[in-house]
């Protein structure tokens, strides 16, 4: 039976939808009413003009529409909608992020009881395609133990950027922000918010739960400097900002932040606005994938995949199991650091870090002095061989208390694995 389809949303990913939707791309599915704000503004094409409406609430309890595909952006008008939709009986597809990553629980519980289909691929467009292959791991005998991902096109489109034109972190993000990659306000991208609402999503998924878990550690990108790039090059690393879950045994270790990675990785290797995923099972077996993370299109061919699996009547692939997830503490982990220090220009210095460390059992595997440009200070950058995280701090508080230190150490993970 042909069902009818109605987007909420006509911006940037709307379009793309409503395109192939009236092309007929979706065998069984008939476009049929198109929500927007302002509908004096030009579109990209024309519909039939009774096409389109402002009344959202109409469309979303219309009795002749049965799937609902939210793309309005703002989160407060999304949640509301893919919850009315649902409770009205419709079939809904969402590409809002963080409606999926905080209120996941609601949707996804109220989306069980009434036997209705939730789909969310376009919330993480760059990795969408593990949703099936996530599902697969959760029925067979190996669980995943890791997975490490570049999930922000944005950030990873800036580090890029300044990786290979030398540009500075406001350089490379006005440049991202002229070819329309970064927002007026890219803060929810670089401060790797973003990043953690998809790990959060994922996170879901890979234990089958619908119950986020508590909060886990996130550093964005705001504080990488063109002078770090330049050294994480002279060590043989890129910088990239990855999100990370790791699952050894019943706890998950989760967190986002910048890292040190060799180039020829698959993260390493990823340019431009691309995301990346690597997983790796219990049994040590690695896959990946590269694939853009944002865009019309990109976002769009996902939520075209949400709407077929709804026109063939699949079973949704939302988690159904409300287990709590418990967290592990990332101070018990172990890293290699990359730590720029800005320190006084006089001997003894070294001897004085090196003091400190050794208390902590960190030790070091390479040491540069750099020439200063300012004469207050000059950098030292050290890289250490693996350290518990909580020893790491506890040293560097007691470092950065020296007199010898006269400005903030930068510390970034070394990611090898
Ligand atoms: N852009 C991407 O690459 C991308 C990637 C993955 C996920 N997403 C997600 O996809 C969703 C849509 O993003 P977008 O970039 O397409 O946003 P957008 O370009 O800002 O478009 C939003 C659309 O929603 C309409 N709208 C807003 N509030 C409305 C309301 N109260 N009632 C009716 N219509 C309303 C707007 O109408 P008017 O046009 O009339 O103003 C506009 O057409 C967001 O949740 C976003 O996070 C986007």
Redesign the pocket.
């Known amino acids: 039976m042909m069902k009818n389809v109605a987007v909420?949303?006509?911006?940037?990913?709307?379009a793309g939808v409503i395109e192939l939707l009236w092309q007929g791309r979706v065998a069984g599915l008939a476009l049929k009413k198109v929500?927007?704000?302002?509908p004096e503004?030009p579109r990209p094409f024309e519909l039939p003009p009774a096409m389109l409406t402002?009344e959202?609430s109409k469309v979303i309890s219309a009795p002749d529409i049965q799937v609902i595909v939210e793309?309005?952006?703002?989160a407060k008008?999304?949640a509301e909608v893919v919850l009315t939709a649902l409770k009205n009986g419709k079939d809904v597809v969402t590409?809002?992020?963080l409606i999926i990553a905080e209120k996941g629980d609601s949707i996804f519980t109220t989306a069980a009881k009434l036997g209705r289909f939730v789909g969310f691929r376009?919330?993480f467009?760059g990795c969408h395609s593990l949703i099936h292959e996530l599902n697969e791991a959760r029925l067979s005998a190996s669980r995943i133990k890791r997975i490490s991902a570049i999930l922000n096109g944005t950030s990873n489109y800036i580090l890029s950027t300044m990786t290979k034109e030398a540009k500075s972190f406001d350089e490379a993000l006005s440049e991202a922000q002229r070819q329309g990659y970064a927002e007026q306000d890219p803060s929810q991208d670089i401060d790797g918010i973003d990043t953690a609402y998809k790990l959060r999503i994922l996170l879901g998924l890979i234990n089958d739960t619908r119950r986020p878990p508590g909060n886990f550690p996130i550093e964005g990108i705001g504080g990488i400097t063109l002078q770090d790039i330049r050294y994480a090059d002279e060590l043989g690393y890129r910088i990239k900002l990855v999100g990370v879950i790791e699952q050894p045994e019943k706890a998950a270790f989760v967190r986002v932040h910048p890292v040190l990675i060799p180039p020829d990785s698959l993260l390493g290797s990823v340019e431009g606005n691309n995301n990346a995923i690597e997983i790796e099972d219990e049994l040590g077996v690695t896959s990946g994938w590269v694939a853009p993370g944002?865009?019309?299109y990109p976002?769009s061919v996902a939520i075209i995949k949400d709407l077929v699996d709804i026109a063939q009547e699949r079973k949704p692939l939302f988690p159904q199991g409300d287990a709590l997830i418990p967290l592990g503490d990332i101070g018990e982990l172990q890293n290699r650091y990359y730590l720029r220090f800005s320190v006084v220009d006089q001997s003894g210095v070294l001897a004085q870090i090196c003091n400190v460390f050794w208390q902590y059992n960190a030790s070091l595997a390479t040491v540069m002095q750099k020439e200063g440009r300012s004469r207050d200070f000059v950098p030292v950058v050290m890289t250490t061989y693996p350290v518990k995280e909580r020893d790491l701090w506890q040293s560097l508080t007691e470092i950065n208390q020296l007199e010898i230190i006269k400005a903030p150490t930068q510390v970034i993970r070394i990611y090898e694995r």
């Open positions: 909420i949303g006509f911006g940037n990913v709307g929500v927007v704000k302002h503004k402002t959202i793309l309005v952006g703002d008008v999304a590409a809002n992020k376009g919330t467009v944002a865009g019309r976002t």
